[in-house]
Every structure is written in structure tokens, then in C-alpha cells.
């Protein structure tokens, strides 16, 4: 008889393949959340894209349709978070079931704190943290109630993204800071409640070049402060990020749960 870890019921590498899947991501029309969307189509999965701006998910839902798959976009900010449970229930009339969900959605505040308003305070925390809980709350409770019902379903996922500042403070963006900390202790509380059918973990990646970062990479003494502190001496691109994604929705992560994984040049590594 083979020893345990000679028997593979598939090869390591369909381990990594999202065939039959079905992920909804936030976020999903551009930048960080919109190169996720396309990994995962690539990986096999179909898709749910949630944006706040039908051209843009138009577009986007042709180029993951031009892959052969499938793709449900709707339009919704997700601060409305009392849409959010039917956004999920929708998802799962169209496609008969939810596998994944990426929480991507958010966005950054850049003022001194002495300068936030209220209104800039709750609308940030609406959509990067808030959205967050609720969205997943719904996600969850299908993706169970599926797996209760039936035990051969695959485990469920929940892909939360956090940042750099879940674990480092940047000045002039103390409420962003706020609510990337709250994804990390979150994902770590959805990761014990929900152990038993879904994995939950947060993909934490420091500075990314898109297009709501852009202005920053305009600042050359801000640029080259910044690279200072990154071993790897460069930024992150979204292609740096989407493989790490597949994996953790993938078969090959089922048993990492409550982790965030920082995707930082080494930028934490080096103090």
C-alpha cells in the first residue's frame, strides 16, 4: 500500500483549478479587484462582479465571458449594505450556487485625522469594513446552508483583502488604517465560526500602482521614501497579487484558514 502522501486522487496541479466554481468579487470592474476577477475566470471559475458602474462591469464581464466563462455583473455600492443579502441570493438563483467570495471593494481616505470629517469617517467604514462583514454574513450563510444539505460540495472560501496598514500605521490615513485593521480581527473571528465548511483568509498587499493609487507615484520624494523601505525595491503589481487569490480559493489552500498573508516586497520583514 502507498504511504498517505504518495495516494493523490487528482494531480497538484488540477489542485489549483477553480473548474466549476462559482465566486462572487467585489470591486471587480478595475484595478486590483478587477485583475482577481480575471485570474479566476482564467482558473476556471464563473462570476458574480459587483461594481458601482454598469459600462465598466459590462466591459469587464465580456473579457471573463471571452474566457468561456460564465459572468453575472451587477451594479451595487456595496455601503448599501441591506442590498447585500440579496445580491447573494440573486447570485445563487443564477447559477445554482456560491463557492467564493472575494471582498474587494474599498477605497482610502488621504487627510490628517484633525481634518476628517464624520461623513468621510462613516462612508470609508461603510465600504472597507462594514460592506466586509455583511457581505460576508450573507455569503456564509448560503455557502453552509449548501454544504449542510449536501456534504459533497466543496469547502467554501472567503477571500477578504486588508493591507499593509492592518499591521503598520501611515500618517494621513488613520481611518484607512482603522478599517484594515478591522478586516485582519475579523477574518480571524469568520475563520473560528465558520471552520467547520469555510476557509476565511485576507490577502494584505502593500502599494500597488492602479488607478486610484496613481497620484501617489506622481510624488518622486514620495516615491523613492517608499522604495526605501521595501527590500524588493519595487512596487507591487495587480499580476502579483491574482495568483496568490486562485490559490487561496483554490483546493490547494482548504486547510489554511484565519491567515493574512502579507504581499509587501518584504516591506514588514525588514521592521
Not at 468561456?68 to 445554482?96: S, Y
Request: contains cysteine; charged residues 20%; glycine residues 8%.
Amino acid at each position: 500500500m502507498l504511504p498517505c502522501y504518495a495516494r493523490r486522487a487528482v494531480g497538484v496541479l488540477d489542485r489549483f483549478s477553480l473548474a466549476g466554481r462559482v465566486a462572487i468579487v467585489t470591486g471587480a470592474s478595475r484595478g486590483i479587484g478587477g485583475g482577481i476577477a480575471l485570474a479566476l475566470a482564467e482558473a476556471g471559475a464563473d462570476l458574480a462582479i459587483v461594481g458601482r458602474d454598469m459600462t465598466t462591469l459590462r466591459a469587464q464581464a465580456d473579457r471573463i465571458e471571452a474566457l468561456g466563462r460564465g459572468c453575472l455583473p451587477i451594479e451595487l455600492d456595496v455601503a448599501r449594505t441591506g442590498e447585500l443579502a440579496a445580491m447573494v441570493e440573486r447570485v445563487v438563483a443564477h447559477f445554482g450556487r456560491l463557492d467564493a467570495l472575494v471582498n474587494m471593494a474599498g477605497f482610502a481616505i488621504r487627510k490628517p485625522i484633525l481634518e476628517t470629517t464624520e461623513e468621510d469617517y462613516d462612508r470609508l467604514m461603510a465600504v472597507n469594513l462594514k460592506a466586509v462583514y455583511f457581505a460576508s454574513r450573507a455569503a456564509a450563510r448560503a455557502m453552509i446552508a449548501a454544504r449542510q444539505r449536501d456534504a459533497s460540495l466543496p469547502r467554501a472560501k472567503i477571500l477578504n483583502v486588508a493591507s499593509l496598514t492592518s499591521q503598520i500605521a501611515l500618517p494621513n490615513i488613520a481611518t484607512y488604517v482603522a478599517s484594515r485593521s478591522g478586516v485582519l480581527g475579523l477574518t480571524r473571528s469568520m475563520a473560528l465560526e465558520w471552520a467547520e465548511h469555510i476557509s476565511v483568509n485576507a490577502l494584505a498587499p502593500g502599494y500597488v500602482r492602479t488607478q486610484q493609487t496613481e497620484a501617489l507615484f506622481h510624488d518622486q520624494v514620495w516615491v523613492e521614501r517608499t522604495l526605501g523601505k521595501i527590500p524588493m525595491r519595487r512596487f507591487a503589481t495587480v499580476d502579483d497579487l491574482t495568483g496568490f487569490a486562485v490559490l487561496m480559493l483554490s483546493p490547494a489552500s482548504d486547510y489554511l484558514t484565519g491567515q493574512i498573508v502579507f504581499i509587501d516586497g518584504g516591506w514588514l520583514a525588514a521592521g
